[in-house]
């Protein structure tokens, strides 16, 4: 009987500094706060009467020459 008071109580004496212990301080660290990143914004094409005819979620690489082509095809047969 005395041995799982005995365990239960080591215990405790074991983990009590841990949940007593002070939050560190950052500050004085020079650590700054993550800041997880925000998602991508969604995107709309709308035509030229301003008709809903693209879209698209998250990030995308709209520089390159497919998307240049896809923005161009969708302006130019859906504007028809």
């Known amino acids: 009987?005395?041995?799982p008071a005995l365990a239960a109580s080591l215990v405790l004496a074991l983990l009590?500094?841990?949940a007593v212990a002070a939050a560190p301080d950052f500050a004085a660290l020079d650590i700054q706060k993550?800041?997880?990143p925000k998602p991508a914004p969604g995107f709309s094409?709308?035509?030229l009467e301003g008709r809903l005819v693209g879209r698209?979620?998250?990030p995308r690489k709209w520089d390159s020459p497919a998307a240049?082509?896809?923005v161009q095809e969708m302006l130019?047969?859906?504007s028809r």
């Open 56 to 58: 698209a979620a998250g």
């Open 16 to 18: 009590l500094p841990l």
């Open 34 to 36: 993550y800041d997880s």
């Open 1 to 3: 009987m005395r041995r």
């Open 68 to 70: 240049r082509t896809f």
């Open 45 to 47: 094409l709308p035509d």
């Open 76 to 78: 130019t047969t859906r």
